[in-house]
Antibody
Framework: QVQLVESGGGVVQPGGSLRLSCAAS????????MHWVRQAPGKGLEWVAF????????YYADSVKGRFTISRDNSKNTLYLQMNSLRAEDTAVYYC???????????????WGQGTLVTVSS | SSELTQDPAVSVALGQTVRITCQGD??????ASWYQQKPGQAPVLVIY???NRPSGIPDRFSGSSSGNTASLTITGAQAEDEADYYC????????????FGGGTKLTVL
């Protein structure tokens, strides 16, 4: 069965960095685009970034552009999110999510991880 | 970028039918997907495309779309359907973004 397991969350000071990982299993990871989505405490879902199945294209929300970098290692079935220059407003649960469609850029997310909490605080 | 607008809260009597709506310009170009999220849990896809349900989603969930509005209908709402519901779609601005609605809290009375 499909599994997505995030890790790497924690408490970091403003201006600091953190790298999140999402370990995928149960499907051909290298054939599907992947997204990061976050949810601030008590708030709604916010799309963060997308990477194509082969890593050739990456897109970012305006709120994180220039600070966050999405990447993937298809040999390790792992998705990453490098977060730099963190701000208090980046505090959220971060989810990785798999695109439903083979090799497509899509907003249909058929599997989500359980999320990892990032807290930006001094 | 585009925005998707949802009513913050909706209620329905047990066993009755409820419709949750999502409005936005991007819905003129793309279908909405709908996600159910219960407290402390990750979202779950319930409707995608024109009106498709992933395996395991009860057939009381259905989707529709007209113009700039997408709707999620629950026919015969159950207590376990009480949750937050989010719509999303591709952004139609050509920037390859994804946009989410603000979410609707569904209460089953």
């Amino acid at each position: 069965q499909v599994q997505l397991v995030e890790s790497g969350g924690g408490v970091v000071q403003p201006g600091g960095s953190l790298r999140l990982s999402c370990a995928a299993s149960g499907f051909t990871f290298s054939s599907y685009g992947m997204h990061w989505v976050r949810q601030a405490p008590g708030k709604g879902l916010e799309w963060v970034a997308f990477i194509r199945y082969d890593g050739s294209n990456k897109y970012y929300a305006d709120s994180v552009k220039g600070r966050f970098t999405i990447s993937r290692d298809n040999s390790k079935n792992t998705l990453y999110l490098q977060m730099n220059s963190l701000r208090a407003e980046d505090t959220a649960v971060y989810y990785c999510a798999k695109v439903l469609w083979f090799r497509e850029l899509s907003a249909d997310f058929d599997y989500w991880g359980q999320g990892t909490l990032v807290t930006v605080s001094s | 970028s585009s925005e998707l607008t949802q009513d913050p809260a909706v209620s329905v009597a047990l066993g009755q039918t409820v419709r949750i709506t999502c409005q936005g310009d991007s819905l003129r170009s793309y279908y909405a997907s709908w996600y159910q999220q219960k407290p402390g849990q990750a979202p779950v896809l319930v409707i995608y495309g024109k009106n498709n349900r992933p395996s395991g989603i009860p057939d009381r969930f259905s989707g529709s779309s007209s113009g700039n509005t997408a709707s999620l209908t629950i026919t015969g709402a159950q207590a376990e359907d009480e949750a937050d519901y989010y719509c999303n779609s591709r952004d139609s601005s050509g920037n390859h973004y994804v946009v989410f609605g603000g979410g609707t809290k569904l209460t089953v009375l």
